[in-house]
Protein backbone atom coordinates (compact mmCIF):
# COMPACT_ATOMS: atom_id res chain seq x y z
CA UNK A 1 0.00 0.00 0.00
CA UNK A 2 1.57 3.53 -0.80
CA UNK A 3 2.62 5.44 2.26
CA UNK A 4 0.47 8.22 1.00
CA UNK A 5 -2.53 6.54 1.65
CA UNK A 6 -1.70 5.03 5.18
CA UNK A 7 -2.74 8.59 6.84
CA UNK A 8 -6.14 8.50 4.91
CA UNK A 9 -7.12 5.44 5.92
CA UNK A 10 -5.94 5.94 9.74
CA UNK A 11 -8.24 9.29 9.92
CA UNK A 12 -10.92 7.58 8.06
CA UNK A 13 -11.17 4.93 11.37
CA UNK A 14 -10.24 7.70 13.84
CA UNK A 15 -13.01 9.87 12.48
CA UNK A 16 -15.90 7.08 12.70
CA UNK A 17 -14.49 5.78 15.67
CA UNK A 18 -15.46 9.25 17.17
CA UNK A 19 -18.34 9.57 16.14
CA UNK A 20 -19.89 6.47 17.24
CA UNK A 21 -18.13 7.24 20.62
CA UNK A 22 -20.11 10.93 21.16
CA UNK A 23 -23.65 10.38 22.20
CA UNK A 24 -24.46 13.99 21.12
CA UNK A 25 -22.86 13.25 17.81
CA UNK A 26 -24.65 10.25 17.25
CA UNK A 27 -27.99 11.71 18.04
CA UNK A 28 -27.54 14.43 15.47
CA UNK A 29 -26.33 12.30 12.86
CA UNK A 30 -28.95 9.56 13.00
CA UNK A 31 -31.69 10.45 15.27
CA UNK A 32 -32.28 13.98 14.82
CA UNK A 33 -32.81 13.00 10.64
CA UNK A 34 -35.21 10.75 11.85
CA UNK A 35 -37.50 12.82 14.12
CA UNK A 36 -37.78 14.94 11.20
CA UNK A 37 -39.19 11.85 8.68
CA UNK A 38 -41.40 10.90 11.63
CA UNK A 39 -42.76 14.19 11.82
CA UNK A 40 -43.28 14.95 8.31
CA UNK A 41 -44.17 11.08 7.75
CA UNK A 42 -47.05 11.88 10.12
CA UNK A 43 -48.33 14.73 8.31
CA UNK A 44 -47.46 13.95 4.43
CA UNK A 45 -47.73 10.02 5.21
CA UNK A 46 -51.19 9.64 5.73
CA UNK A 47 -53.74 8.81 3.42
CA UNK A 48 -54.01 12.21 1.04
CA UNK A 49 -57.85 12.22 0.45
CA UNK A 50 -59.93 15.53 1.64
CA UNK A 51 -61.23 15.34 5.02
CA UNK A 52 -63.04 17.96 7.70
CA UNK A 53 -62.68 18.90 11.18
CA UNK A 54 -66.23 19.39 11.99
CA UNK A 55 -68.41 19.91 15.02
CA UNK A 56 -71.91 18.27 14.70
CA UNK A 57 -74.58 19.48 16.91
CA UNK A 58 -78.06 17.84 16.32
CA UNK A 59 -81.49 19.55 17.74
CA UNK A 60 -83.56 16.92 16.02
CA UNK A 61 -84.92 13.68 18.27
CA UNK A 62 -85.77 11.90 15.02
CA UNK A 63 -85.14 8.67 13.97
CA UNK A 64 -84.08 9.93 10.32
CA UNK A 65 -81.37 12.66 12.48
CA UNK A 66 -80.06 10.21 14.72
CA UNK A 67 -79.39 7.50 11.64
CA UNK A 68 -77.73 10.42 9.82
CA UNK A 69 -75.67 11.01 12.76
CA UNK A 70 -74.63 7.81 13.05
CA UNK A 71 -73.85 7.43 8.99
CA UNK A 72 -71.65 10.61 9.18
CA UNK A 73 -69.73 9.33 12.35
CA UNK A 74 -68.42 6.66 10.16
CA UNK A 75 -67.81 8.81 7.18
CA UNK A 76 -64.15 9.37 6.62
CA UNK A 77 -64.18 12.69 4.76
CA UNK A 78 -66.04 14.18 8.30
CA UNK A 79 -63.36 14.17 11.46
CA UNK A 80 -66.60 14.84 13.90
CA UNK A 81 -65.34 16.28 17.34
CA UNK A 82 -67.71 14.73 19.83
CA UNK A 83 -66.46 17.24 22.73
CA UNK A 84 -68.71 20.21 21.44
CA UNK A 85 -72.19 20.01 21.47
CA UNK A 86 -73.30 23.78 21.27
CA UNK A 87 -72.75 25.97 18.90
CA UNK A 88 -71.01 28.34 20.89
CA UNK A 89 -68.34 26.25 21.47
CA UNK A 90 -68.15 25.40 18.20
CA UNK A 91 -67.77 29.32 17.02
CA UNK A 92 -64.83 29.48 19.70
CA UNK A 93 -62.72 26.49 18.67
CA UNK A 94 -63.69 27.55 14.84
CA UNK A 95 -62.14 31.27 15.62
CA UNK A 96 -58.39 29.59 16.46
CA UNK A 97 -58.87 27.33 13.63
CA UNK A 98 -59.63 23.85 15.36
CA UNK A 99 -62.85 23.66 13.44
CA UNK A 100 -63.35 24.20 9.95
CA UNK A 101 -67.13 24.36 10.15
CA UNK A 102 -70.09 23.64 12.21
CA UNK A 103 -73.10 21.13 10.59
CA UNK A 104 -76.28 22.20 12.53
CA UNK A 105 -79.16 20.02 12.28
CA UNK A 106 -82.44 22.14 13.25
CA UNK A 107 -85.26 20.26 15.67
CA UNK A 108 -87.21 19.24 12.46
CA UNK A 109 -84.82 17.69 10.39
CA UNK A 110 -86.18 14.44 9.54
CA UNK A 111 -89.54 14.92 10.55
CA UNK A 112 -91.95 13.61 7.69
CA UNK A 113 -93.61 16.07 5.54
CA UNK A 114 -96.91 16.38 4.35
CA UNK A 115 -96.16 14.29 1.05
CA UNK A 116 -94.79 11.40 3.32
CA UNK A 117 -91.54 11.46 3.25
CA UNK A 118 -88.98 13.37 5.74
CA UNK A 119 -87.30 16.39 5.49
CA UNK A 120 -85.49 18.95 6.61
CA UNK A 121 -82.20 21.60 6.25
CA UNK A 122 -78.88 21.03 7.39
CA UNK A 123 -77.05 24.67 8.12
CA UNK A 124 -73.11 24.45 7.57
CA UNK A 125 -72.01 27.34 9.74
CA UNK A 126 -67.86 28.06 8.83
CA UNK A 127 -65.75 31.18 9.42
CA UNK A 128 -64.76 34.13 7.35
CA UNK A 129 -61.27 32.96 7.12
CA UNK A 130 -62.19 29.33 6.57
CA UNK A 131 -64.97 29.99 3.87
CA UNK A 132 -63.64 27.81 0.69
CA UNK A 133 -63.62 24.50 3.31
CA UNK A 134 -66.91 25.54 4.52
CA UNK A 135 -68.59 25.99 0.63
CA UNK A 136 -66.49 22.53 0.12
CA UNK A 137 -68.02 21.29 3.04
CA UNK A 138 -72.16 22.19 1.70
CA UNK A 139 -71.28 20.82 -1.84
CA UNK A 140 -70.33 17.32 0.14
CA UNK A 141 -73.64 17.49 2.24
CA UNK A 142 -75.50 18.42 -0.49
CA UNK A 143 -74.15 15.19 -2.61
CA UNK A 144 -75.00 13.12 0.24
CA UNK A 145 -78.28 14.68 0.31
CA UNK A 146 -79.00 14.28 -3.48
CA UNK A 147 -78.08 10.34 -2.61
CA UNK A 148 -80.93 10.44 -0.15
CA UNK A 149 -83.32 12.68 -2.39
CA UNK A 150 -83.44 10.01 -4.96
CA UNK A 151 -84.44 7.25 -2.79
CA UNK A 152 -87.63 9.24 -2.15
CA UNK A 153 -88.41 11.33 -5.32
CA UNK A 154 -86.94 9.35 -8.56
CA UNK A 155 -85.70 12.27 -10.82
CA UNK A 156 -83.87 10.87 -14.54
CA UNK A 157 -80.21 12.72 -15.11
CA UNK A 158 -80.06 12.94 -18.98
CA UNK A 159 -75.97 13.81 -18.12
CA UNK A 160 -73.41 11.88 -16.07
CA UNK A 161 -70.40 11.41 -15.19
CA UNK A 162 -68.20 8.20 -14.50
CA UNK A 163 -64.51 7.77 -12.65
CA UNK A 164 -61.90 5.39 -14.55
CA UNK A 165 -58.51 4.13 -12.68
CA UNK A 166 -55.54 4.39 -14.79
CA UNK A 167 -54.45 1.46 -12.87
CA UNK A 168 -50.87 2.66 -12.06
CA UNK A 169 -49.75 3.52 -8.48
CA UNK A 170 -49.53 7.62 -8.05
CA UNK A 171 -46.92 9.41 -5.84
CA UNK A 172 -47.94 10.33 -2.13
CA UNK A 173 -47.38 13.57 -0.85
CA UNK A 174 -44.16 11.75 1.55
CA UNK A 175 -42.86 10.25 -1.90
CA UNK A 176 -42.26 14.16 -2.30
CA UNK A 177 -41.09 15.25 0.78
CA UNK A 178 -38.49 12.31 1.34
CA UNK A 179 -35.67 14.15 -0.89
CA UNK A 180 -36.01 17.02 1.11
CA UNK A 181 -35.64 15.46 4.26
CA UNK A 182 -32.86 13.60 3.01
CA UNK A 183 -31.10 16.47 1.54
CA UNK A 184 -31.81 18.34 5.24
CA UNK A 185 -30.01 15.23 6.74
CA UNK A 186 -26.90 15.60 4.54
CA UNK A 187 -26.70 19.13 5.18
CA UNK A 188 -26.74 19.38 8.46
CA UNK A 189 -24.28 16.13 9.01
CA UNK A 190 -21.90 18.14 6.13
CA UNK A 191 -21.89 21.40 7.72
CA UNK A 192 -22.68 21.61 11.13
CA UNK A 193 -20.00 18.06 11.74
CA UNK A 194 -17.24 19.70 10.72
CA UNK A 195 -17.73 23.10 11.95
CA UNK A 196 -17.81 22.14 15.49
CA UNK A 197 -15.26 19.83 15.15
CA UNK A 198 -12.50 21.69 13.79
CA UNK A 199 -12.97 24.51 15.79
CA UNK A 200 -12.50 22.31 19.46
CA UNK A 201 -9.28 20.20 17.69
CA UNK A 202 -7.70 23.67 17.31
CA UNK A 203 -8.50 25.07 20.79
CA UNK A 204 -7.20 22.14 22.13
CA UNK A 205 -3.88 21.98 20.40
CA UNK A 206 -4.65 18.98 18.33
CA UNK A 207 -4.04 20.40 14.83
CA UNK A 208 -1.23 21.93 15.87
CA UNK A 209 0.52 18.90 16.73
CA UNK A 210 -0.64 17.22 13.73
CA UNK A 211 1.10 19.95 11.80
CA UNK A 212 4.77 19.08 13.23
CA UNK A 213 4.16 15.64 11.46
CA UNK A 214 4.45 14.27 7.73
CA UNK A 215 0.83 14.64 7.47
CA UNK A 216 -0.05 16.78 4.60
CA UNK A 217 -2.85 18.92 4.28
CA UNK A 218 -4.96 17.08 1.17
CA UNK A 219 -4.43 13.82 3.21
CA UNK A 220 -6.43 14.90 6.05
CA UNK A 221 -9.07 16.78 3.73
CA UNK A 222 -9.14 13.10 1.87
CA UNK A 223 -9.25 11.14 5.49
CA UNK A 224 -12.05 13.59 6.89
CA UNK A 225 -14.04 13.56 3.27
CA UNK A 226 -14.35 9.73 2.99
CA UNK A 227 -15.31 8.75 6.44
CA UNK A 228 -18.45 11.83 6.48
CA UNK A 229 -19.26 9.67 3.29
CA UNK A 230 -19.38 6.79 4.82
CA UNK A 231 -21.46 8.53 8.04
CA UNK A 232 -23.77 9.88 5.21
CA UNK A 233 -24.79 6.77 3.32
CA UNK A 234 -24.97 4.92 7.03
CA UNK A 235 -27.54 8.12 7.89
CA UNK A 236 -29.51 8.07 4.73
CA UNK A 237 -29.98 4.19 4.85
CA UNK A 238 -31.46 4.62 7.89
CA UNK A 239 -34.08 7.02 7.05
CA UNK A 240 -34.80 4.92 3.63
CA UNK A 241 -35.56 1.77 5.44
CA UNK A 242 -37.66 3.49 8.08
CA UNK A 243 -39.22 5.59 5.11
CA UNK A 244 -40.39 2.23 2.91
CA UNK A 245 -40.68 0.17 6.18
CA UNK A 246 -43.01 3.04 8.33
CA UNK A 247 -44.00 5.08 5.26
CA UNK A 248 -44.00 2.53 2.57
CA UNK A 249 -41.59 5.41 0.12
CA UNK A 250 -42.15 4.12 -3.23
CA UNK A 251 -38.40 3.86 -4.76
CA UNK A 252 -38.70 4.27 -8.59
CA UNK A 253 -35.38 4.89 -9.39
CA UNK A 254 -32.04 3.19 -9.72
CA UNK A 255 -30.30 2.51 -5.78
CA UNK A 256 -26.64 2.77 -7.33
CA UNK A 257 -28.05 5.99 -8.81
CA UNK A 258 -29.04 7.45 -6.18
CA UNK A 259 -26.07 6.10 -3.88
CA UNK A 260 -23.69 7.52 -6.14
CA UNK A 261 -25.46 11.21 -5.89
CA UNK A 262 -25.58 11.06 -2.28
CA UNK A 263 -22.06 10.29 -1.79
CA UNK A 264 -21.04 13.18 -3.87
CA UNK A 265 -23.44 15.10 -2.26
CA UNK A 266 -22.53 14.31 0.95
CA UNK A 267 -18.69 14.98 -0.36
CA UNK A 268 -19.87 18.62 -1.89
CA UNK A 269 -21.54 19.87 1.35
CA UNK A 270 -18.20 18.13 3.71
CA UNK A 271 -16.83 20.70 1.77
CA UNK A 272 -18.54 23.82 2.56
CA UNK A 273 -18.63 22.76 6.40
CA UNK A 274 -14.49 22.19 5.96
CA UNK A 275 -13.78 25.04 4.69
CA UNK A 276 -15.76 27.14 7.49
CA UNK A 277 -14.54 24.68 10.41
CA UNK A 278 -10.89 25.17 8.91
CA UNK A 279 -10.98 28.57 8.73
CA UNK A 280 -13.08 29.63 11.67
CA UNK A 281 -10.29 29.58 14.81
CA UNK A 282 -13.20 28.53 17.65
CA UNK A 283 -16.67 27.68 17.86
CA UNK A 284 -17.78 31.84 17.95
CA UNK A 285 -16.60 32.37 14.67
CA UNK A 286 -17.68 28.94 13.37
CA UNK A 287 -21.11 28.98 14.40
CA UNK A 288 -22.74 32.05 13.52
CA UNK A 289 -21.12 31.23 9.88
CA UNK A 290 -22.39 28.34 9.48
CA UNK A 291 -26.09 29.25 10.26
CA UNK A 292 -25.50 32.31 7.68
CA UNK A 293 -24.73 29.74 4.98
CA UNK A 294 -27.29 26.83 5.97
CA UNK A 295 -30.11 28.47 6.91
CA UNK A 296 -31.26 30.07 3.46
CA UNK A 297 -30.86 27.13 1.94
CA UNK A 298 -32.94 25.09 4.60
CA UNK A 299 -35.52 27.16 3.43
CA UNK A 300 -35.04 27.94 -0.09
CA UNK A 301 -33.80 25.05 -1.88
CA UNK A 302 -37.04 22.77 -1.59
CA UNK A 303 -36.40 20.86 1.23
CA UNK A 304 -39.56 22.05 3.14
CA UNK A 305 -41.63 23.29 0.43
CA UNK A 306 -41.76 23.16 -3.57
CA UNK A 307 -39.79 26.05 -5.54
CA UNK A 308 -42.58 26.17 -7.49
CA UNK A 309 -44.14 28.28 -4.76
CA UNK A 310 -41.62 30.97 -5.17
CA UNK A 311 -41.46 33.54 -7.48
CA UNK A 312 -39.78 33.11 -10.79
CA UNK A 313 -37.00 35.26 -9.87
CA UNK A 314 -36.03 33.69 -6.99
CA UNK A 315 -36.39 29.92 -8.68
CA UNK A 316 -33.52 31.35 -11.14
CA UNK A 317 -31.40 32.13 -7.85
CA UNK A 318 -32.26 29.22 -5.99
CA UNK A 319 -31.28 26.70 -9.01
CA UNK A 320 -27.32 27.49 -8.02
CA UNK A 321 -27.40 27.38 -4.30
CA UNK A 322 -25.43 24.32 -3.78
CA UNK A 323 -28.19 22.26 -1.41
CA UNK A 324 -30.82 22.60 -5.05
CA UNK A 325 -29.26 19.85 -7.19
CA UNK A 326 -28.53 17.75 -3.95
CA UNK A 327 -32.32 17.88 -3.76
CA UNK A 328 -33.91 17.89 -7.16
CA UNK A 329 -31.46 14.86 -8.65
CA UNK A 330 -32.19 12.24 -5.06
CA UNK A 331 -36.22 13.33 -6.17
CA UNK A 332 -36.19 12.96 -9.88
CA UNK A 333 -34.61 9.20 -8.66
CA UNK A 334 -36.71 8.22 -6.06
CA UNK A 335 -40.01 9.90 -7.51
CA UNK A 336 -39.48 9.93 -11.23
CA UNK A 337 -36.91 7.42 -11.71
CA UNK A 338 -35.08 9.44 -14.03
CA UNK A 339 -31.42 8.02 -15.02
CA UNK A 340 -27.73 9.45 -15.06
CA UNK A 341 -28.32 11.28 -18.45
CA UNK A 342 -30.94 12.95 -17.18
CA UNK A 343 -29.83 13.99 -13.94
CA UNK A 344 -26.36 15.18 -15.60
CA UNK A 345 -27.39 18.95 -14.97
CA UNK A 346 -28.04 18.41 -11.06
CA UNK A 347 -24.74 16.15 -11.11
CA UNK A 348 -22.76 18.80 -12.74
CA UNK A 349 -23.57 20.75 -10.91
CA UNK A 350 -22.81 19.11 -7.60
CA UNK A 351 -19.42 18.60 -9.42
CA UNK A 352 -18.95 22.17 -9.82
CA UNK A 353 -19.43 23.09 -5.91
CA UNK A 354 -17.32 20.62 -4.74
CA UNK A 355 -14.27 21.46 -7.27
CA UNK A 356 -14.86 25.34 -5.92
CA UNK A 357 -16.15 24.60 -1.63
CA UNK A 358 -12.50 22.28 -1.81
CA UNK A 359 -10.29 25.01 -3.75
CA UNK A 360 -11.79 27.13 -1.03
CA UNK A 361 -11.25 24.86 1.97
CA UNK A 362 -8.02 24.61 1.11
CA UNK A 363 -7.00 28.10 0.45
CA UNK A 364 -8.62 28.92 3.87
CA UNK A 365 -7.74 26.01 6.00
CA UNK A 366 -6.10 27.16 8.96
CA UNK A 367 -3.96 24.67 11.57
CA UNK A 368 -4.54 26.95 14.71
Known sequence: MPKALLPIITFVKIDIRRLFRDRLAMFFTFVFPLLFLFVFGGIFGRNSSVSFNVALIN????????????????????????????LSAAEEKMSRGELDAAIV???????QSTKGYP???????????SEQAGQTLASVLQSVFDGINAKY?????????????????????????????????LLGAGIFGPTSV??????????????TTTLKVWQYFVGN???????????????????????????????????????LSALMLFGIGLAVGGWARNERQAAPLAQIITF????????????????????????????TPVIDSARLIITEGRGFVELLPQVGLIAGWCVVVYLIAFRVFRWE
Not at 119 to 129: H, P, Q, R, S
Not at 163 to 183: H, I, M, N, P, R
Not at 306 to 316: A, H, T, V
Open 59 to 86: HSKTEFAKGFVAQADKDKVLKINKEVTT
Open 198 to 211: FPKLKERGVLRRYR
Open 153 to 185: VPVEKPFSVTAKSTAKQGLTQFDYVFAGLLGFS
Open 119 to 129: AGKAEVIYNKN
Open 105 to 111: LPADFGE
Open 296 to 323: PMMFLTGAFFPRFLMPEWLQGITTYLPL
Open 225 to 263: AISNVIVGLLSITTMLAVGITVFHLNMRGNWLLLVGVIA
